[in-house]
């Protein structure tokens, strides 16, 4: 996924990394969870079509520390599985350079 970075008057990138975080309250009952996430590669530079979308990757991310039948709240690090490189289907996101991201 693209990072959306802001850039200064002279083109040089303003800011950190993204970083991409989720809260859960969770209680398990049996098997330990995990958090299926997929990733889309979304086509909507033209408005006057319709945009279009492709999934490029799919992920199962453990939540930890889930004791069985017992609340617990969680926070679970999506960063490095969103921000990785997956390889876009659309012309524009696959010349984007490493270090020019939109």
């Given at each position: 996924?693209?990072?959306f970075v802001w850039f200064?008057?002279?083109g040089d990138p303003v800011g950190s990394t993204p970083e991409y975080t989720v809260q859960l309250d969770v209680r398990r009952l049996g098997e330990?969870?995990?958090i299926r996430l997929t990733l889309f590669d979304v086509n909507d530079t033209d408005p006057t079509v319709e945009p279009s979308s492709v999934a490029i990757h799919e992920a199962e991310i453990p939540v930890p520390g889930?004791?069985?039948d017992e609340w617990t709240t969680v926070y679970i690090d999506l960063t490095d599985?969103?921000?990785a490189r997956y390889g876009g289907v659309?012309?524009?996101t696959r010349k984007l350079p490493a270090g020019r991201r939109c």
């Open positions: 996924m693209p990072e200064d008057s002279s330990p969870p995990v889930t004791p069985e599985v969103i921000n659309h012309e524009k």
